[in-house]
């Protein structure tokens, strides 16, 4: 389902509740705007992080994917230095986000602890999740990348 059809459905259930408050003019032409950089985003050929061109964009929307199964989407204004946050080796938990979160999921520690013995900082520095992380940091690393 495209997003454009997904929000014509989204206000029509909004009317159907016999909400009253119109869609703002600009911020719907703005939606419509949308759904032309979701084709360019999906129509990219995928690149492999190891060959990435010399001439990157700098402002974009990356998608990060694994054949067909995209994972992750971004917002970046420095897309090269962006992409070295998800992947090093040396990358923090608060840099490679989207591989902390492939990391928990492959340890199952998926619920975040707000004490210090579940922080993020502990469970970087467990042995167990923190060689899942740096396979995770390896995975991402391997990943085909889109951006618009």
Not at 100 to 106: D, G, I
Not at 111 to 127: E, K, N, P
Request: hydrophobic share 40%; proline share 3%.
């Amino acid at each position: 389902m495209t997003r454009a059809i997904r929000w014509r459905r989204l206000s029509s259930k909004r009317r159907d509740r016999g909400s009253q408050r119109p869609v703002d003019p600009a911020f719907k032409q703005f939606v419509e705007t949308l759904h032309p950089s979701f084709e360019r985003l999906m129509q990219m050929s995928a690149l492999k992080m190891s060959a990435l061109p010399s001439r990157l964009p700098e402002k974009c929307i990356y998608l990060l994917s694994e054949a067909e199964n995209h994972l992750y989407v971004g917002r970046t204004r420095r897309l090269r230095n962006r992409l070295r946050q998800h992947s090093v080796a040396g990358a923090q938990h608060n840099q490679a986000v989207f591989a902390f979160k492939l990391a928990r999921e492959v340890t199952g520690r998926l619920t975040a602890a707000y004490s210090s013995g579940g922080s993020r900082v502990a469970l970087s520095s467990d042995g167990v999740f923190g060689e899942a992380f740096t396979q995770a940091k390896a995975r991402v690393r391997n990943m085909d990348l889109r951006f618009v």
